[in-house]
């Protein structure tokens, strides 16, 4: 099993749409998730960070479920303007930066008019 | 604001040839990392620094060297390019992971080795 694994999509969707991406690790000592959102030829940029409690911002929620040991990212009302590529961000070990930071393939978001 | 700073942003080379990509970033922060990204792939750590003067191996380090001599800069070098290293290079830095954890990448190098 990958330490972290994305679908790679592309998931096409029409405005407005609810979409929800899922991320699995394979490492159940990681203690720091994070959702970066990469446009197409550009750097990736943070989007959230996911908390064991959960966390929203705006049309963005982030879950993390350890049992099962995966995140999921969902986007409410979907704008032209998210069409990017999510990429999942796991931390192995807490604090340090030694290395340790773990980036999925990315999830392909492209919404429609 | 400038950020991270990557230089050059393109380059083609010839197998064999030398380049330096340099990083630079004006946060004052502690980590750098040299990453590359190719198609399905994903981005993975070539070599990273957590402080002036220290260097570490990352998951793909082979054919690279790095060097940081400044706490603001971060070079990476390729002695002899190969075609397997035509990449998009992204540098990135960091303050720490006691807060929100947040990556600040350069804007990218799209190398071509031919």
């Known amino acids: 099993r990958k330490e972290v694994e994305q679908d790679p999509g592309p998931f096409n969707v029409p405005e407005g749409a609810t979409v929800a991406f899922n991320c699995t690790y394979s490492n159940s000592a990681s203690q720091s998730f994070f959702w970066y959102r990469q446009d197409c030829r550009k750097e990736p940029k943070l989007l959230m960070s996911?908390?064991?409690s959960g966390n929203e911002d705006g049309r963005f929620t982030a879950q993390l479920n350890r049992a099962s040991q995966y995140i999921s990212l969902l986007i409410r009302d979907s704008k032209l303007s998210d069409s990017a590529t999510y990429l999942c961000v796991v931390n192995r070990h807490f604090g340090g930066s030694q290395g340790n930071l773990i980036f999925g393939k990315g999830t392909k978001l492209s919404v429609k008019p | 604001n400038a950020g991270v700073t990557q230089t050059p942003k393109f380059r083609v080379l010839k197998t064999g040839q030398s380049m330096t990509l340099l990083c630079a970033q004006d946060m004052n922060h502690e980590y750098m990392y040299w990453y590359r990204q190719d198609p399905g792939m994903g981005l993975r750590l070539i070599h990273y620094?957590?402080?002036?003067?220290?260097?570490a191996k990352g998951e793909v380090p082979d054919g690279y060297n790095v060097s940081r001599l400044k706490k603001q800069n971060f070079l990476l070098g390729l002695e002899s390019a190969a075609p397997s290293q035509t990449s998009v290079y992204f540098c990135?830095?960091?303050?720490?992971?006691?807060?929100?954890?947040?990556?600040?990448f350069g804007e990218g190098s799209r190398l071509t080795v031919l």
């Open positions: 990135a830095s960091t303050r720490g992971w006691g807060d929100t954890g947040e990556l600040f």
């Open positions: 620094s957590v402080g002036e003067g220290t260097t």
């Open positions: 996911v908390y064991s």
